[in-house]
């Protein structure tokens, strides 16, 4: 540098003032552009600062959302892979057989009547061995597949037949026979029965009630007795069509439309829309009280199961796409009483129907892991929630499905922790189910013993997953969670005979209802969602209790309006004889099917035998009743 400077002094000591003005003018000018390039540099440098800044965190930016997304990706795809394989059908509660349909790759889900169908394992099929497999054997009873004896289904059939009224057709041509062998050569030794299973068509009549009109005293002043219809004043509704219209709709799920088209073809005109008064009008006038009343004797039940579902109600007062929802309330499974059914209408799914539904109960009530429940146990004090085997189980059956079980050997497949889990939870099933026709005691006993054991192991295990460091697919995770954090609900079924193992009953009765909303789509007004509610809490107690449940509506049709009209009120006394258990409903139903069966029995009267053998073909088709 001072070398530098020396010599840059040598080379100006001897110049002239001109000649060094000349020379500093141009060093200013270098000095002047090298600043200019450096000023230039750094802002250019500076602006690559900030862009590679943005860049930066546009990649990381772009470096989340690619993560977010290939979760997005991968849960989408398992929730496809668990479409593909019906996890939620019939087979989910059937470990082997959800494994066993696991390895047949599909593009589309299985049409459900085919999957039973075709239940036997096919050539291309794989069938996996688990160690505990052979504890199982055939299912339960020893009976072959669905644990159903072969020849039931035939041999109830024919023993169903044999209590229906008998027609008798002795098919003969005399005639013919003449010909053939020669009159007088030929005689019958014995008849061949051949029984089929006929339908007489549906029957509508026209009733026509006449009351008099009589002439009082000797100036003859005419007075008309008075007649009004029960159920609807100047209206050609009867108990019989009434009950049938809701027996159509809330038990064989056939929307007022279908039904006014059948009944078009029946030769009748009854419109969709007179229908819908109808039901409309007189359900709440007459059905809300055993409504009510069910709900009164649910609620003395001390276990109840319960569940939800969607309903869409197009006039609510809100916006379009809101979601109502119908809740039912139902006793327990293992309770020893009278089944009872209650399904309630609310606009949301929020805590308060709970708190006004079951405001007084005091006891157990068997659920989901839905929040308002446990929100409502905590608030109320006096009830217990208890959870559901049922749920855990799907939980781990998706997480098992989502891997590739195609790929893994029967050695790799036993060794996965869902696989574990649910071989466990297939073995508590199994015990528990030895257990359901046993009194709670000695249940509540037998559990402790038997079935105790096996849910502590089953929770051991999957606290010991929660624990290690492995990591587990999304859907794994939160079946682990879902069951550490349920496990004293999982468990509370082994304090009490009386509570059931999962939510099972519950979901069963409330598919009545998803089969028909799935008919009829929607409720056009509250008011008709109200009478849903109403309908399907009275008729499938009436299915529960073995009611045949078009004459309980016919029963209740034909006594709760006389009692309105004559007492002007139904007494506790009175509702209880209108219950599907009642002895009253029972001698009704079993009378009137008594007075059905011998009406039919006199359309076929009996023949001569003798005209039989003698008399030509058609004199020989005549019915012959035993």
């Excluded at 007088?184 to 061949?192: E, Q, T």
């Excluded at 859907?475 to 879902?482: L, W």
Aim: hydrophobic share 35%.
């Amino acid at each position: 540098m001072k070398a530098e400077k020396d010599a840059f002094y040598e080379s100006i000591k001897d110049l002239g003032r001109d000649t060094l003005i000349t020379r500093l003018l141009e060093e200013h000018a270098v000095r002047v552009e090298l600043e200019t390039h450096k000023s230039t540099t750094e802002r250019i440098n500076t602006e690559m600062f900030i862009q590679h800044k943005e860049l930066e965190d546009k990649y990381n930016r772009l470096c989340k959302e690619l993560n977010e997304l290939k979760i997005l990706y991968k849960r989408e795809l398992e929730k496809n892979q668990l479409k593909v394989k019906s996890t939620f059908g019939r087979k989910t509660e059937g470990f082997l057989s959800l494994v066993a349909s696991a390895n047949k790759k599909e593009e589309e889900p299985e049409d459900e009547s085919q999957t039973e169908d075709n239940g036997a394992t096919g050539s291309g099929r794989r069938v996996i061995q688990f160690p505990s497999e052979g504890k199982q054997g055939k299912g339960r009873g020893g009976k072959g597949k669905g644990g159903h004896s072969k020849g039931k289904s035939k041999s109830s059939l024919k023993k169903s037949m044999e209590s229906l009224p008998q027609e008798y057709v002795y098919d003969i041509d005399v005639a013919l026979l003449d010909s053939l062998y020669g009159a007088g050569n030929w005689d019958i030794v014995l008849w061949h029965k051949h029984s089929t299973l006929e339908k007489i068509p549906v029957c509508y009549y026209t009733r026509n009630l006449y009351t008099p009109v009589i002439s009082v005293g000797r100036e003859r002043q005419l007075i008309s007795l008075s007649y009004l219809n029960p159920l609807m004043a100047h209206s050609h509704i009867s108990p019989s069509i009434l009950a049938d219209i809701l027996y159509r709709k809330f038990v064989l799920s056939l929307p007022f439309y279908r039904q006014a088209a059948d009944y078009f073809m029946s030769g009748l005109h009854l419109s969709k829309q007179t229908m819908i008064n109808w039901v409309n009008t007189l359900v709440p006038e007459f059905f809300d009280l055993i409504w009510n009343y069910l709900i009164i004797q649910l609620i003395k039940c001390g276990y109840l199961q319960s569940d939800e579902s969607f309903i869409q109600v197009n006039k609510d007062g809100r916006s379009p796409g809101h979601k109502s929802y119908m809740w039912l309330h139902c006793t327990s499974e293992l309770y020893n009483g009278f089944p009872i059914i209650v399904f309630c209408y609310e606009a949301t799914r929020n805590t308060d129907h709970l708190r006004e539904m079951l405001g007084e109960f005091i006891g157990y009530i068997t659920c989901d892991a839905y929040i308002s429940y446990q929100v409502f146990e905590q608030e109320s004090g006096a009830v217990t929630v208890t959870g559901c085997f049922m749920h855990l189980r799907r939980y781990f059956a998706e997480a098992f499905f989502i891997n590739d079980i195609s790929a893994m050997s029967d050695t790799e497949l036993s060794q996965m922790p869902e696989t574990k889990v649910l071989l466990i939870i297939r073995e508590i099933y199994m015990e528990e189910n030895k257990l359901k026709e046993l009194p709670s005691g000695e249940r509540q006993t037998k559990r402790q013993l038997v079935v105790k054991p096996l849910v502590n192991k089953l929770f051991e295990y999957i606290h010991s997953l929660a624990a290690d460091e492995n990591i587990y697919s999304d859907r794994m995770t939160k079946a682990i969670n879902y069951a550490i954090n349920q496990e004293n609900r999982l468990r509370e079924f082994l304090n009490d005979g009386n509570i059931p193992i999962d939510n099972g009953h519950a979901e069963r009765i409330i598919r009545a209802y998803s089969i028909g909303r799935a008919n009829w789509l929607f409720a056009d007004t509250i008011e008709g969602a109200k009478v849903n509610a109403t309908m399907y809490s009275i008729t499938e107690t009436a299915k529960a209790n073995g009611a045949d449940v078009y004459l309980y509506l016919k029963y209740l049709l034909e006594n709760i309006p006389v009692r309105l009209e004559t007492n002007g009120t139904c007494d506790n006394e009175f509702l209880e004889k209108m219950m599907p258990w009642s002895q009253e409903y029972r001698e009704y139903e079993k009378h009137t099917k008594e007075e059905s069966l011998e009406s039919f029995r006199r359309m076929f009267p009996k023949p001569d035998k003798d005209q039989i053998r003698a008399g030509t073909s058609a004199a020989a088709s005549v019915p012959l009743t035993a």
